[in-house]
């Protein structure tokens, strides 16, 4: 294989995906809330931090590998929920499975995916799968949706609570692109017995009315910390709270009987003029402890982003645009070839840091 026909770098890999992608689907997944404030301070968090590298300290062997709550990666970071990913490419999930599958990086199950959740465990096999979590207004459905990921295999519940309602996205206003009303990243729901129930026709007699009942389904701002006592009565599986920026919900989220946080801006996509991810990682970290599980997505891009964030306090990260980028380009093989890559540049990032394990990183790492 010609490796020079492949993006070098998470920019090239978005300038490609720009190329081969059409421009309302495109924007949905690369754009942010706003004026994208979020998404802006998102990465420049990342230059603001600046590592401290530590000479002659003799670490030719290097360990990457992670577990977080009995999940093992080969390297310290996950594949975050990213919904309709068959707007980059027909096969979506089912791809970027088998590109978890090959790589060995676990991979996170959107509520709002293109494909099923038993359709994407069949790919993902014995393979780690997590489910992410939506809890939309028919609290029967959010049950349903807990039900059968726990059925299928998925190894732990990722409620996602920074989003009790879409974000006002200045993009998509302008493409009048809504990717829900059009059957993109509702399949979880149409291929739901609870949901369906719930209509007078099946989605695939009026599949317009089915992307409607969802957009009505989807926000659910009555929902409290309250609430959350069903929802760990109900998950049998380890239940992580994403969508965290504060000390004071990362401890609300422990004394709920959350077994781990995801520090999150939801990669600058909710509210604008939001804190960075990076920015926030710190006080949740101290907030929770060190034994805590402590996770953070938004921004990720290269291998230094990695070391930066498990310096700060992540046990690992989540990586989002990136892996959709490849799937544009390059369906499963680009997905594999993004995360190969990404491993590989932390474990160069490693190396020249002076450390000799992703588990080894602290504070004294990095500078402002």
Not at 172 to 191: C, H, M, W
Not at 207 to 213: F, I, T
Not at 217 to 232: I, Y
Not at 349 to 357: E, R
Request: hydrophobic share 45%; proline share 5%.
């Amino acid at each position: 294989m010609n490796t020079n026909r492949w993006p070098v770098g998470a920019a090239e890999w978005e300038a490609r995906a720009a190329e081969v992608m059409d421009r309302g689907p495109f924007e949905w997944i690369a754009g942010g809330a706003g004026e994208e404030w979020t998404l802006r301070a998102t990465r420049e968090a990342f230059h603001k931090w600046q590592l401290r590298p530590r000479m002659l300290t003799g670490n030719l062997e290097r360990e990457l590998s992670v577990e977080v709550l009995g999940t093992t990666s080969p390297a310290p970071f996950l594949l975050a929920p990213i919904g309709g990913q068959t707007l980059a490419h027909p096969d979506g999930e089912l791809a970027v499975a088998r590109a978890a599958v090959q790589t060995g990086i676990p991979m996170l199950v959107s509520t709002a995916a293109s494909h099923s959740m038993e359709d994407i465990a069949r790919e993902l096999g014995s393979h780690a799968g997590w489910f992410q979590l939506y809890w939309v207004s028919d609290k029967e459905v959010t049950e349903s949706f807990v039900d059968r990921a726990t059925a299928c295999g998925y190894r732990a519940i990722v409620l996602t609570v920074d989003t009790p309602m879409v974000g006002w996205r200045d993009r998509d206003l302008r493409n009048a692109y809504v990717p829900f009303l059009k059957g993109e990243g509702i399949r979880q729901y149409t291929s739901d017995p609870v949901f369906r129930s719930r209509l007078t026709l099946t989605p695939e007699e009026d599949p317009v009315a089915a992307g409607e009942a969802v957009v009505k389904m989807f926000p659910n701002l009555s929902l409290t910390w309250k609430e959350l006592a069903w929802l760990r009565e109900r998950v049998r599986l380890p239940l992580l709270i994403k969508g965290l920026l504060t000390a004071e919900d990362a401890r609300r989220a422990r004394d709920a009987g959350a077994d781990g946080v995801i520090v999150s801006n939801h990669g600058g996509r909710q509210l604008d003029g939001a804190i960075a991810s990076l920015d926030a990682l710190p006080e949740v970290r101290r907030a929770l402890g060190d034994d805590a599980t402590v996770l953070m997505d938004s921004g990720i891009r290269r291998g230094s982003d990695v070391i930066k964030a498990l310096a700060l306090g992540a046990d690992a990260v989540l990586l989002g645009r990136p892996f959709m980028y490849g799937l544009a380009v390059a369906g499963q093989e680009g997905v594999e070839h993004v995360l190969n890559s990404l491993t590989a540049e932390i474990d160069v990032a490693l190396s020249l840091v002076g450390a000799a394990s992703a588990g080894g990183l602290d504070p004294s790492f990095v500078t402002r």
